[in-house]
């Protein structure tokens, strides 16, 4: 069974720095994708950003990008620029190829970006 | 409309009523999903429609049940639910992009919906 692992549980950040989010999986599947979606206090899963298992670059979107490393089986978002609207949690999440879109999450990130 | 639509945005019921959640999307997806999600917790698949057909039900309590009626709208229909099925419900929906095998492609961005906070007394 696949498993995802966030291993930090919270972070603060000042405005208009960087910040990493650490996402490692486990899987022997080779076809599979990765997902990260913010989830403010409202309760809305947003989705960010994607990357395929046999997508060679790096996926970006925005401020958004994920260093995939396959080999390592990790996929870190990086947000650059933070904002006071990127406080959320942030989930990291798998799915495998032909498993009818089930996603399996990670424990989550609860971001706090201060002034 | 990259929009995806839930009501009520909060529920209250205790444990011997009957009450159904609704889901709207009119994004022309094909796949649509019922996530449960408690607090501080990651969401947890119970549902998968497919062209408004069931395809995955993850040993979901028979006290839900999961409805497709057209395929713009999913319903989740709730009866003697426990004070332990009190979360917050969110409904999701994707392109249906067939995976090599059957089933659904790994590459499934999943729009969601705001949820429904139910509490169940």
């Known amino acids: 069974a696949q498993k995802i692992t966030q291993t930090q549980p919270g972070m603060f950040v000042q405005e208009k720095e960087a910040v990493t989010l650490d996402c490692t999986y486990d899987?022997?599947?080779?076809?599979?994708?990765l997902f990260w979606y913010k989830q403010p206090s409202s309760g809305e899963m947003i989705f960010l950003i994607y990357?395929?298992?046999?997508?060679?670059q790096n996926a970006t979107e925005g401020r958004y990008s994920l260093n995939f490393q396959k080999a390592r089986k990790s996929a870190n978002l990086v947000i650059s620029a933070s904002q006071l609207g990127d406080s959320a949690m942030y989930f990291c999440?798998?799915?495998?190829?032909?498993?009818?879109?089930?996603?399996?999450f990670g424990a989550g990130t609860q971001v706090v970006v201060t002034p | 409309d990259t929009e995806v639509t839930q009501t009520p945005k909060h529920l209250v019921m205790g444990m011997t009523n009957k009450k159904s959640l609704k889901c709207e999307q009119h994004m022309g997806h094909r796949a649509m999903y019922w996530y449960k999600q408690k607090a501080k917790k990651p969401p947890e698949l119970m549902f998968v429609?497919?062209?408004?057909?069931?395809?995955i039900n993850e040993s979901v309590p028979s006290r839900f049940s999961p409805e497709c009626p057209n395929s713009s709208l999913l319903n989740l229909h709730l009866h003697a639910l426990q004070p332990e099925d009190s979360a917050l419900y969110l409904c999701?929906?994707?392109?249906?992009?067939?995976?090599?095998?059957?089933?659904?492609?790994?590459?499934?961005?999943?729009?969601f919906g705001p949820g429904t906070r139910l509490t169940v007394l």
């Open positions: 999701a929906s994707s392109q249906f992009r067939p995976g090599l095998a059957g089933g659904i492609s790994s590459y499934n961005e999943q729009f």
């Open positions: 999440a798998m799915s495998l190829a032909d498993s009818w879109g089930k996603l399996q």
């Open positions: 899987t022997s599947d080779q076809s599979y994708g």
């Open positions: 990357q395929g298992s046999y997508d060679e």
């Open positions: 429609y497919s062209y408004e057909k069931l395809s």
